[in-house]
T-cell receptor, first 114, second 115 residues
Framework: GAVVSQHPSRVICKSGTSVKIECRSLDFQATTMFWYRQFPKQSLMLMATSNEGSKATYEQGVEKDKFLINHASLTLSTLTVTSAHPEDSSFYIC??????????FGQGTRLTVV | AQKITQTQPGMFVQEKEAVTLDCTYDTSDQSYGLFWYKQPSSGEMIFLIYQGSYDEQNATEGRYSLNFQKARKSANLVISASQLGDSAMYFCAMRERGRDDKIIFGKGTRLHILP
């Protein structure tokens, strides 16, 4: 399958700081990228959908100003958690797809805010 | 309303036996796609199999097959000859073509393969 690289895999940050997570499609052009959040022992909750060159579409209840998503190129999307707080601690995972085909996932990022 | 329903929170299966993981979905769209992913304890999401709504034959990928019953809106995953390495969380997901093209997930089934 296609390769999607997500970085970093783990990050610990202080409360009030911002954290950027990168999601790269290594061997295909990702026209659409999805960002999910997963709490322990729960399913993936879609946060937002981003198409290259346009603004992300956020799911209801997800704060746009809190979770900034940029999809500047067909191979890179970033999620920035701004002014992080302990309740933002979670597993964040991205996926990428090309032209409505199956979506391939990154390895995920475990964020801990202390 | 929940769009993807996985009714089995957990399952225990003896090694080498076949196992069926249930998934039902709800959509009014004619064009959609159904996926199964495996998530081991490491957290990565591993794509297993895909079924398009217009595909007439059930999808198969090695030991994985998808039992697609369109009228019942079910898309069960069948794993033949289960192995210890199959122990993981399994998620059923759906992509609706006309709804922002997003992929939504069921709550998952935790599969335990017993030696």
């Amino acid at each position: 399958g296609a390769v999607v690289s997500q970085h970093p895999s783990r990050v610990i940050c202080k409360s009030g700081t911002s954290v950027k997570i990168e999601c790269r499609s290594l061997d295909f052009q990702a026209t659409t990228m999805f960002w999910y959040r997963q709490f322990p022992k729960q399913s993936l909750m879609l946060m937002a959908t981003s198409n290259e060159g346009s603004k992300a579409t956020y799911e209801q209840g997800v704060e746009k100003d809190k979770f900034l998503i940029n999809h500047a190129s067909l191979t890179l999307s970033t999620l920035t958690v701004t002014s992080a707080h302990p309740e933002d601690s979670s597993f964040y995972i991205c996926s990428a797809s090309f032209m409505n085909t199956e979506a391939f996932f990154g390895q995920g990022t475990r964020l801990t805010v202390v | 309303a929940q769009k993807i329903t996985q009714t089995q929170p957990g399952m225990f299966v003896q090694e080498k036996e076949a196992v069926t993981l249930d998934c039902t979905y709800d959509t009014s769209d004619q064009s959609y796609g159904l996926f199964w992913y495996k998530q081991p304890s490491s957290g990565e999401m591993i794509f297993l199999i895909y079924q398009g709504s217009y595909d007439e034959q059930n999808a198969t990928e090695g030991r994985y097959s998808l039992n697609f019953q369109k009228a019942r809106k079910s898309a069960n995953l069948v794993i033949s000859a289960s192995q210890l390495g199959d122990s993981a969380m399994y998620f059923c997901a759906m992509r609706e073509r006309g709804r922002d093209d997003k992929i939504i997930f069921g709550k998952g089934t935790r599969l335990h393969i017993l030696p």
